[in-house]
């Protein structure tokens, strides 16, 4: 009776290093969800709440892809963890929906956890973290180690992705690839593209219709909006008059901003979930910013679970032409919001 | 340098008397959005923005055509996008060339909120301008008990539209009343003014639905086509306890003696949603649970496209009807929602707590 699903979607993205030590450490059976099929995606899409969005859809299939062969599922109803800026909502209703939409799914462990309004701090993470780690083990010093290296684990990974502004500077001299080496086309420059989206999508490889690869074959060099150093985001926020308060939208925004003003890339592809809340905001001021300072041609695809990959491959091949052929006529271009 | 704020159902009273108290006399008042300001609203908002966005930006660019310069406007860390608002109308407004100045109000931050007010009043004090906030928490306790009349009277009266020349009247007269000690007899009078002149069905037995709901889908008649009234039409009272009391009516809030009906909805939802995510998650689900044990026949649920929240409240309430036995209807609301279709919808929702009144009162017979 210790087997744990953790399905993979949404914020597992961002967390799922602590999770999985987390109950390793504490003796558990841990059953991740695959990767994102198709089958996943229509059974999301079929019982999945018709307006939600596509990610949220996903999370659905995820849960149904484990239900059946673990004892407990592990959603957590994550509110912040930055002092001011906050999550979602949805990630905090996700667990309370699924055990109300359906109310034989095996016993969810949904704690709750939000810095920025519901004033957890260090010490209450401990006590939840401590709360759950006595449903599969007494003994302390199991626990306190599991807490640990969970914590450990989730810093390297965190350590590992995002770079500094060194490395950051180094990238845009060409200097190294931040992820995999693209393709080299003999006789075609190598662009530079930032692809700007949230980690669900950019690290779903299904969900973003494998746009990483996409690129790599046309020779792209990228770096992801989850890689660049906080600082530079930050900066960039601040020089605004509001607070964008949805956290993981401020480095969507912040790294759009960033390279509109540095100029180190040759273009933005800033991915979209169709009916995304914050998404909306962050998409709507990012094609006005690049509208007002049309430097580098920023390209928005809205993705939904209708999107098909030729269409997706088309218009990247169109917007990839474009920034090859020279600054001229880009300049019509600037920003190209599509559905794909 | 005249000042403003988009129209937001009667809320837009409480909005009018701030200004007057404020001292300024070039309030633009807002007209009531038409199909016009839905649609001047949304060609310019970001695609799948929420409804009332879109319909919000309508009734401010009507504002601005009309002159008005400053803008009631507010800013602060919420769940959802609420908060967000001001500046994307800021961004978008500059973009298309207008000339005006937003007011940036912010709810986590009471000092700095009666600051910016002061700047904007006519050279008053501190203290008056806390006072100018006070009679709008006041004046809008007794908005709430107009419409609260209107929605009920409305349902049994024996003349068409009388109800709803009382409320006009009576809606006027909380604008137009000054001084803290005939603002507070209000209370009374305008219930009187309904009982003196509308005259009722005395023998009518009218069932009872609530709405509940997304703020600005509750609040406001045109987004959501009037649907008070439409019940009214069939007979049955409509009431909605989510108002924007809870926004502005510090007063109650601090009392300790009063528990404000919010405060027990939230506690009636907490199994269902522990924690607040923004929109009306919790009183909507509460109220939900509450009105029923009050035995009303039935809730409405009402909630703007892709609004955040609203969509897990949707995605709940099939269980609350479950569990407690009571009808609900959800009702997704945009700017092209038809009328014909809501109108379908709720007859037959209404025909469904007819009868099902009627089995009822049969078994306890
Ligand atoms: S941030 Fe957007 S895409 Fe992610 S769960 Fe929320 S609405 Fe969906
Ligand atoms: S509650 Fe819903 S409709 Fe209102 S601002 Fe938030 S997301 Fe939009």
Redesign the pocket.
């Known amino acids: 009776m210790n087997r744990v699903g953790l399905p993979r979607a949404l914020i597992h993205y961002k967390f799922s290093e602590m999770w999985v030590t987390f109950f390793q450490e504490l003796g558990a059976e841990v059953i991740i969800s695959p990767k994102t099929t198709k089958k996943i995606k229509q059974e999301a899409v079929n019982i999945a709440p018709n307006e939600d969005c596509y990610s949220t859809k996903l999370y659905y299939g995820h849960v149904m892809a484990i239900k059946d062969q673990v004892d407990y599922l592990f959603i957590p109803r994550y509110g912040a963890s930055d002092k001011k800026y906050v999550g979602c ?1 949805k990630f905090i209703g996700l667990a309370e929906v699924l055990r109300s939409m359906f109310p034989d799914l095996p016993p969810i462990i949904m704690p709750h956890y939000n810095t920025a309004k519901g004033r957890d701090g260090k010490l209450s993470f401990y006590f939840k973290a401590m709360k759950i780690a006595s449903m599969f083990t007494k003994n302390p010093f199991k626990k306190i180690r599991a807490f640990r290296l969970a914590l450990k684990k989730h810093n390297q990974h965190k350590k590992d992705l995002v770079i500094d502004e060194k490395t950051l500077y180094k990238w845009e001299q060409s200097k190294l690839f931040l992820n995999d080496s693209p393709k080299s086309n003999p006789g075609e420059r190598q662009l530079k593209i930032a692809l700007v989206g949230h980690s669900y999508v950019l690290n779903d490889p299904y969900a973003s219709l494998d746009i990483r690869t996409i690129l790599k074959e046309q020779g792209v060099d990228i770096i992801t909006s989850e890689q660049m150093p906080r600082e530079l985001i930050e900066k960039q926020m601040d020089k605004q008059n509001f607070q964008l308060y949805f956290y993981y939208e401020r480095e969507i925004l912040g790294t759009i901003m960033h390279f509109l003003e540095s100029k180190t890339v040759d273009g933005i592809i800033h991915i979209m979930v169709f009916s995304c ?1 914050p998404d909306s905001i962050a998409g709507e001021m990012a094609a006005r910013f690049s509208k007002r300072n049309p430097a580098v041609p920023l390209l928005q695809l809205v993705f939904d679970e209708l999107t098909a990959e030729t269409g997706l491959k088309t218009r990247i091949e169109a917007f990839i032409d474009m920034l090859r052929r020279g600054i001229d006529e880009q300049i019509i271009f600037q920003t190209t919001k599509v559905h794909v | 340098m005249s000042i403003s704020f988009p129209h937001v159902g009667s809320f837009t009273y409480v909005m009018e008397s701030i200004c007057h108290e404020m001292g300024r006399t070039d309030v633009v008042v807002p007209n009531k959005p038409t199909n016009k300001t839905k649609q001047l609203g949304s060609r310019h908002s970001p695609e799948w ?5 879109k319909m919000l930006f309508g009734s401010f660019i009507e504002v601005l055509e009309r002159g008005a310069y400053e803008l009631v406007g507010t800013l602060f860390i ?5 908060g967000y ?1 001001t500046p994307i109308y800021e961004i978008i407004l500059e973009d298309l060339g207008y000339d005006f100045e937003f007011l940036h109000l912010n709810f986590n931050n009471p000092t700095g909120f009666i600051q910016e007010m002061k700047r904007r009043t006519a050279g008053l004090t501190y203290w008056k301008t806390f006072r100018a906030f006070q009679i709008g928490w006041i004046k809008n306790r007794f908005i709430d008990i107009a419409d609260k009349c209107l929605y009920s009277y409305q349902a049994v009266e024996l003349e068409k539209g009388t109800s709803q020349r009382v409320v006009n009247r009576a809606h006027r007269k909380i604008v137009e009343t000054k001084g803290m000690r005939n603002i507070r007899k209000l209370r009374k009078i305008i219930p009187k003014m309904f009982e003196d002149e509308v005259e009722i069905d005395k023998k009518a037995d009218p069932l009872r639905v609530v709405v509940v709901g ?4 509750v609040v406001e008649p045109s987004i959501n086509l009037d649907i008070m009234t439409k019940l009214n039409e069939l007979g049955v009272i409509s009431y909605t306890p989510i108002t924007f009391c809870r926004w502005i009516d510090v007063g109650s809030r601090a009392n300790p003696f009063k528990r404000p009906s919010f405060k027990t909805a939230i506690k009636k939802a907490k199994p269902y949603v522990e924690y607040r995510l ?3 998650t919790q009183e909507s689900i509460g109220y939900s649970i509450m009105y029923k044990e009050k035995g009303w026949d039935g809730v409405i649920h009402l ?2 496209f ?5 969509i897990i409240t949707r995605s709940i309430i099939p269980q609350i009807s479950r569990e407690y036995e009571i009808p609900i209807l959800s009702l997704v609301l945009d700017e092209h929602t038809g009328e014909a279709g809501l109108k379908t919808r709720l007859e037959a929702f209404i025909d469904l707590i007819e009868r099902k009144r009627k089995v009822n009162g049969d078994n306890i017979k």
Not at chain 2, 78 to 82: E, F, S
Not at chain 2, 214 to 217: P, S, V
Not at chain 2, 306 to 310: L, S
């Open positions: 909502p809340g | 923005m929420c409804t009332p966005f919420d769940y959802c996008r609420l608002y997304e703020l600005y889908a923004g929109g009306k909630y703007p892709t609004c955040m929240p609203e």
